[in-house]
């Protein structure tokens, strides 16, 4: 079993940063995709960013690209999101998704563990 712990949330105002982190701990995988997805109040929950193991291959909703970042420590079985110029719009509960399989994927269901999430609130 996996265990997925986010960390980072909070409050912020527009324009401002944050950087979340999601630990991996139990059975971790080498090989397996990464990412993160966020869910506002009455919304489904989306496909934020993910990557792939080696890190080479990421991929973005369209609405953060130029603003988020996201990048793994292997070595700490840790994957970070970096969200500059933050929004209201980027408003939600921020999770972390691990994947078995090394290819990364928009899908949900791609993923196999889940975090608890992390509250992100962005003022105007």
């Known amino acids: 079993q996996v265990q997925l712990v986010e960390s980072g949330g909070g409050l912020v105002q527009a324009g401002g940063s944050l950087r979340l982190s999601c630990a991996a701990s139990?059975?971790?995988?080498?090989?397996?995709?990464m990412a993160w997805f966020r869910q506002a109040p009455g919304k489904e929950r989306e496909f934020v960013a993910a990557?792939?193991?080696?890190?080479?291959?990421?991929a973005y909703v369209d609405s953060v690209k130029g603003r988020f970042t996201i990048t793994r420590d292997n070595a700490k079985d840790t994957v970070y999101l970096q969200m500059n110029s933050l929004k209201p719009e980027d408003t939600a509960v921020y999770y972390c998704?691990?994947?078995?399989?090394?290819?990364?994927?928009?899908?949900?269901?791609?993923?196999?563990?889940w975090g608890q999430g992390t509250q992100v609130t962005v003022s105007s």
């Open positions: 139990g059975r971790t995988f080498s090989s397996g995709a």
């Open positions: 990557i792939n193991w080696i890190g080479g291959n990421t």
């Open positions: 998704a691990a994947s078995k399989r090394p290819e990364i994927s928009r899908d949900r269901d791609a993923y196999n563990y």
